[in-house]
C-alpha cells in the first residue's frame, strides 16, 4: 500500500453525518467530518474512485461499521474524477491499486495540477478490512467516535428531508445539512461552505426578504414564510421556519428549517377545489339544497335554495331549524330524521315561496357518522298540475278513442309492441281480441306492393328525414278485398333525438280514392268514347320521348286522324249520330290496335294513335291500312247504315323532335297533306311537308297583312285588279271583262291567284279581299264607261268565293255599293257576278232566294265552271241565272276531241233552251272560236283575244276598237 501527499491532521473530533443518491449513471457517497461543536465547526469531504458500484458500497459498509461514517462521494469514472476535483476541494482521495498504467499516470498528472491533496491507494481484494479502515481514520486523525446522543442528532438532521442550517448575527452559516445544499445550489447555484454570508451571496432582489425574516428571527420572532420555485428538481413551494437560538438566555443565531410543502399546498388546494365544485354541483341542482349539523343547525345551503327565499347563503351559516318559517312540515321532518336510525328518507312537504303554496319531494341523507344530514328538496309543483292535466288529458283521451271514427294507434319502439284502437281493427271487419299487439299485425295486411314503402315512409320519419309520417295504402279486409287507408302520425325523441315512441291515426278512404280515380279518369279520358284525350296521350307521348333517349333504336310513330266529311254527316243527320259515330268508330280503332299503344281523341273528329316499339315506317303504315279497313265496313246507326272514311298522317320520331307537340304538329301537318291528295288515305311525314307548311304560315301572315292594307288607302296596296276581255262572238267587239285580283308581294313578287286564294278561302280572309275587288272593280267599270262612247257598253264580271255568298251581309254590302256617289254618275252600271255551282248547291234553298234579290238589283249572275261540279240539271232552271261559263278543260280539247266537243254542244243547247247566255272560257285558238260560233255560242274569253290586262293596257286596247273576225 503506497501513499502520497501524507495529509493534515485534524484538530477536533468530528460528529459524522450519512447520505447517498446517484446522479449521471454513477454512484456518490458523501460522510462529512464535522470538527468541535456542532453548530460552529466546518465540515470534512472525501472522493472514493471506484471501479463499480458493488466497490463503493463495500467500502462504505466498511467504514461505517468500523466507525468512521465520514463524509465520502465516489466516482466510477477518470472524466467524473477530473469534474469533481475541478469543481470542489477534497481532504482525501482513495482508490484502488486495480487501476491501469494508463490511468494511473494520468491520476498523477491530475494531481499535480490540483495541488496537495492526501491519496489512499487500496489493494482491490482488501477494501474493508479493519487495518485499512484504521488507516483511513489516522489519515484523517480520526480517534473516537462521537458522544452518541449528538451522533444521533447529527444523524437525525442529515436524513431528514427538510433542509436545516444556522447562521449567527452577521448572517454568516454556521450548520447545514446535505438537503440544503442541494436545494441552495440549485436555487441560486451556491456552494455552502462554513462562515459563508448568507445574505451577501444571494441575488441582490432577494436579499432584502432574507435580511428581514433573518433579523426578526434575531429579535426573538418565531414565523415562517413560503417561496415558491420554478426551478426543476427543486420544490415548487417551500415552508421556511426561522427559529432563534438561546444559550444563556441570549439569542446567539437563527437555525432555519425549509419543508417541502408542494404536495400539502397541493392537496390544500385540490380540497379547496372539491370544496367549490361541490359547491358548484350543488348550485346547479335545480332544487333546494340544505344540510344540517346533529342539533339542527345549518351548515350550508345551496344558490337555488338562497334565490329561492331571497336570502345570502350566509344568512342561513349557524342559524337554528325553522328560523324562515317558511315551512313547518320541513322543520317537523328535519327534526324527526335527525332522531331516528334511518340513514335516508323522502317526503313530501309544502313550503310558502312569494305567498305562494309550493310542493317539494324531499329527500334526505345522514352522513358524518350521522352527525350531519342533507336535504334535498325537489319543486314538484308543476309536476303535480301536469301530472293532474295528463289524468284528465287520458280521461278524454279515452273519451276520444272510443267516439273516434278513425282507428288510433300508439307503437311503443322500445317494447316494439303496437296498440290498436278498437276502431282500427273493425275497419278491418276485425273484433277487438282478433288482433294482437305486435308490428307484424299491421305489416302483414298491408297490401304486398306497398309494404316496402311503407315500412321506408316509417323508417324516414322516425330518422328525423321528414316532419310528420302520413302515407296512402292499402290493408286487407277480412272478406279479402283491399280497402284504401290514410296512416299518419309523429314520432316522439329522447333527449337524444332518437324516437322511442310513434302514434297516430288510420281513416279509411277508399270512396275518396274511388272518386279520385273517377275523376282522374275524367281528367285524362274523353268523356263521349271513353278514350285518352289530350293530355293523357301528350304524357305518353313524352314518355316515349324519354324512353327514344334512353333506348339506342327505340322508335315509335305518332298517326293523326281526321274522319272526311264528318262535317256533312253530323249536319245531316244531327249531333246525335253523329257521336254514335264517333263512339262506334273509337271501338273499331281499338280493335286495330295492341294494347301497349294510345288511342286518343283530341275533339271533334280528330284521333291520334301513339304506336310503341316498332321497327320502322312500314309498321306505320300497315296499322294506318288496317284503320282504312276498318272503316270500310258501313256503319249502321238507329237502323241507318252511314258510311265514313280518313285522312291520316303518320309521323315517326326523329332525333332533332324532341317535344310532344312538335310530332303531333308533324302528325297534323301530313294528316291535310293526304286530305290534299284526295281523303281516305295516310301519309308519312317529311320535312319538305314541314317546310310547306311553315311557308304557308308565313304566306298567311303577310296575307292577312296585306288585306288589312287594303283596308286603307294610306298604306301601300299589294293587291291589284287585272281585267281580261269577254268578246261578243257575233260582232267581235269587247263586250266587258273579267275582274282577277293579283298580288305583287313586297319579297316574293307576283303570287299567283292558285297560291293564295286557296288560302285567303281556308282563312276567311276571301271576305274582306272579295269586298275590295268587287269595289274597286265596279269603280274602274263606271271610269269606263265614263271615259269611253256609249256606243260601247261595257259590264264587269266579279268572282265571289262560296263564303262570300253565304255571308247574310253580301245584299247590303253589294246595296251600297250601287249606291255609292262615284258610280250613281255611270249610266248604265253593268255587274255581273260569277258564282260556282258548288256555292248554290251548298244550300239550294237559300242560294235560291240570294240569288232572286241580286237579281232583282239589276245585278247579272253567271255560273262559273260549269260542268266541273256536282249540280243536278233539274235545279238550275229553278235559279235566275243569266249566264253559263262553259270551264276552259271542255273548250281546249274540243278541236282535237270530238266528245269534249259533244259536250260544249250539250252545255250551250242546255242554256239556250233554260234561257241562259254561254260564255267559253279558254279560247286559246282561231279554230275553237269557229266551232263556238256554229254552235251559237254568245260570248268567248281567253288568250286568243287578250290576256288578263292592267288598266293602262286596257284603255290602250280600247283606245283600238278591236274587233276579231
Known amino acids: 500500500m503506497r501513499t502520497f501527499n501524507q495529509p493534515s491532521t485534524p484538530s477536533t473530533s468530528a460528529i459524522f ?26 465540515l470534512r469531504q472525501g472522493l472514493i474512485w471506484v471501479n463499480s458500484i458493488e466497490e463503493a458500497a463495500e467500502i462504505s459498509r466498511g467504514l461505517v461499521e468500523n466507525g468512521c461514517p465520514l463524509g465520502w462521494q465516489w466516482v466510477d469514472s477518470f472524466e467524473t474524477l477530473s469534474l469533481a476535483l475541478a469543481n470542489q476541494k477534497w481532504d482525501l482521495l482513495i482508490t484502488f491499486d486495480s487501476l491501469p498504467t494508463q490511468q494511473t499516470s494520468a491520476l498523477t498528472e491530475l494531481l499535480q495540477q490540483v495541488g496537495s491533496l492526501p491519496v489512499l491507494v487500496l489493494p482491490s481484494r482488501q477494501i474493508a478490512t479493519p487495518e485499512l479502515i484504521t488507516l483511513v481514520k489516522s489519515t484523517l486523525n480520526v480517534t473516537t467516535p462521537m458522544d452518541p446522543k449528538a451522533a444521533n442528532l447529527t444523524a437525525l438532521i442529515e436524513h431528514t428531508l427538510d433542509a436545516v442550517w444556522s447562521v449567527n448575527h452577521q448572517y454568516e ?25 448568507l445574505v451577501a451571496c444571494l441575488p441582490v432582489a432577494q436579499q432584502p426578504l432574507w435580511k428581514d425574516c433573518y433579523d426578526r428571527a434575531l429579535a426573538g420572532e418565531r414565523f415562517a414564510i413560503e417561496l415558491h420555485f420554478d426551478v426543476p428538481e427543486l420544490p415548487a413551494d417551500v415552508e421556511i421556519s426561522f427559529n432563534p437560538i438561546r444559550e444563556n438566555q441570549q439569542i446567539t443565531g437563527v437555525a432555519v428549517f425549509g419543508r417541502d410543502v408542494s404536495d400539502r399546498k397541493r392537496a390544500r388546494q385540490e380540497l379547496q377545489a372539491a370544496k367549490d365544485q361541490l359547491q358548484a354541483v350543488l348550485d346547479a341542482v335545480p332544487g333546494c339544497v340544505s344540510w344540517f349539523s346533529s342539533d339542527l343547525e345549518y351548515l350550508g345551503i345551496n344558490r337555488y335554495l338562497a334565490e ?15 328560523f324562515m318559517e317558511a315551512s313547518p312540515g320541513f322543520a317537523a321532518f328535519v327534526q324527526q330524521f335527525l332522531a331516528s336510525p334511518v340513514e335516508s328518507s323522502t317526503v313530501e ?52 278513442v272510443h267516439g273516434a271514427n278513425d282507428g288510433l294507434w300508439d307503437w311503443n319502439l322500445r317494447t316494439d309492441q303496437i296498440y290498436f284502437s278498437p276502431r282500427w281493427k273493425a275497419m278491418l271487419g276485425y273484433e277487438d281480441w282478433e288482433i294482437g299487439n305486435r308490428p307484424e299485425e299491421w305489416f302483414k295486411r298491408v297490401h304486398p306492393d306497398e309494404t316496402k314503402w311503407l315500412e321506408a315512409q316509417i323508417t324516414a320519419h322516425l330518422q328525423g328525414q321528414t316532419r310528420h309520417f302520413e302515407i296512402e295504402h292499402r290493408m286487407r279486409h277480412r272478406d279479402g278485398s283491399y ?4 296512416s299518419r302520425g309523429f314520432a316522439v325523441c329522447d333527449s337524444n333525438q332518437k324516437a322511442y315512441r310513434i302514434a297516430g291515426s288510420q281513416t279509411d278512404i277508399t270512396e275518396r280514392k274511388r272518386a279520385e280515380q273517377q275523376l282522374l279518369h275524367h281528367a285524362l279520358h274523353d268523356s263521349l268514347t271513353g278514350l285518352a284525350n289530350r293530355a293523357l296521350f301528350m304524357d305518353r307521348l313524352q314518355q316515349a320521348i324519354g324512353r327514344s333517349r334512353r333506348i339506342p333504336g327505340y322508335r315509335f310513330a305518332v298517326l293523326f286522324m281526321d274522319l272526311d266529311r264528318f262535317k256533312v254527316l253530323n249536319d245531316s243527320l244531327g249531333h246525335i249520330v253523329g257521336d254514335q259515330l264517333l263512339i262506334a268508330i273509337a271501338r273499331r280503332l281499338e280493335a286495330c290496335l295492341r294494347s301497349v299503344d294510345t288511342i286518343a281523341r283530341l275533339g271533334g273528329d280528330e284521333f291520334t294513335v301513339l304506336l310503341e316499339g316498332i321497327r320502322d315506317a312500314d309498321d306505320a303504315c300497315h296499322l294506318a291500312e288496317r284503320i282504312h279497313q276498318a272503316l270500310q265496313a258501313p ?35 301530313a294528316m291535310y297533306r293526304a286530305k290534299t291528295l284526295g281523303r281516305s288515305r295516310h301519309a308519312l311525314f317529311d320535312m319538305a311537308m314541314h317546310k310547306r307548311a311553315v311557308a304557308l304560315l308565313q304566306l298567311e301572315t303577310d296575307l292577312r297583312r296585306a288585306v288589312a292594307a287594303s283596308a286603307s288607302p294610306l298604306q301601300p296596296q299589294e293587291f291589284r285588279i287585272q281585267y281580261q276581255p269577254i268578246v261578243a262572238l257575233a260582232t267581235g267587239k269587247i263586250s266587258g271583262f273579267e275582274a282577277l285580283v293579283r298580288w305583287q308581294h313586297p319579297e316574293r313578287g307576283l303570287i299567283p291567284p292558285t297560291e293564295f286564294i286557296p288560302l285567303a278561302e281556308d282563312t276567311g280572309l276571301i271576305v274582306p279581299l272579295g269586298q275590295w275587288i268587287l269595289t274597286e272593280a265596279c269603280r274602274q267599270l263606271g271610269q269606263w264607261q265614263r271615259q269611253f262612247s256609249p256606243d260601247m257598253p261595257l259590264s264587269v264580271s266579279v268572282n265571289l268565293s262560296t263564303k262570300q255568298f253565304s255571308q247574310p251581309s253580301l245584299l247590303d ?3 251600297q255599293l250601287l249606291r255609292h256617289p262615284d258610280l250613281q254618275n255611270a249610266w248604265n252600271l253593268n255587274l255581273k257576278l260569277e258564282i260556282t255551282e258548288s256555292a248554290i248547291m251548298e244550300n239550294p234553298e237559300a242560294a235560291k232566294v240570294m240569288l232572286e234579290q241580286l237579281k232583282a238589283m239589276g245585278v247579272q249572275l253567271l255560273i262559273d265552271d260549269f260542268g266541273t261540279g256536282y249540280s243536278s240539271l233539274s235545279y238550275l232552271h229553278r235559279f235566275p241565272i243569266d249566264t253559263v261559263k262553259i270551264d276552259q278543260s271542255f273548250i281546249s280539247h274540243m278541236s282535237t276531241d270530238s266528245e269534249s266537243a259533244e259536250i260544249v254542244r250539250a252545255i250551250v243547247s242546255l242554256a239556250h233552251n233554260l234561257g241562259m247566255n254561254v260564255i267559253a272560257e279558254g279560247v286559246e285558238l282561231a279554230e275553237q272560236l269557229r266551232q263556238l260560233r256554229s254552235l251559237g255560242a254568245e260570248y268567248g274569253q281567253g288568250f286568243f283575244f287578250a290576256k288578263p290586262l292592267d288598266r293602262e293596257e286596257v284603255e290602250a286596247l280600247m283606245q283600238k276598237e278591236p274587233a276579231w273576225a
Open 17 to 42: 453525518r450519512y447520505f447517498s443518491y446517484f446522479i449521471y449513471g454513477y454512484a456518490i457517497t458523501a460522510i462529512r467530518v464535522q470538527g468541535g461543536n456542532a453548530v460552529s465547526q466546518s
Open 173 to 197: 452559516l454556521i450548520v447545514w445539512n446535505s438537503a440544503c445544499q442541494q436545494q441552495f445550489a440549485k436555487a441560486y447555484s451556491l456552494n455552502l461552505c462554513p462562515g459563508l454570508d
Open 308 to 322: 329561492t327565499f331571497k336570502l345570502r347563503p350566509e344568512d342561513f351559516i349557524g342559524k337554528k331549524l325553522g
Open 349 to 400: 312537504v309544502a313550503a310558502q315561496v312569494d305567498g305562494a303554496t309550493r310542493s317539494y319531494l324531499l329527500a334526505a341523507q345522514k352522513y358524518s357518522q350521522n352527525q350531519a344530514a342533507v336535504f334535498v328538496g325537489l319543486d314538484i309543483t308543476d309536476r303535480k298540475q301536469f301530472e293532474e292535466a295528463l289524468r284528465e288529458s287520458q280521461e278524454r283521451y279515452a273519451l276520444a
Open 483 to 486: 280497402r284504401w287507408m290514410l
Open 635 to 669: 256503319f249502321n246507326l238507329g237502323g241507318q247504315e252511314v258510311f265514313t272514311s280518313a285522312s291520316i298522317g303518320i309521323a315517326m320520331n326523329e332525333a332533332d323532335c324532341d317535344r310532344p307537340e312538335d310530332l303531333l304538329r308533324n302528325a297534323d301537318t
Open 813 to 815: 254590302q253589294i246595296s
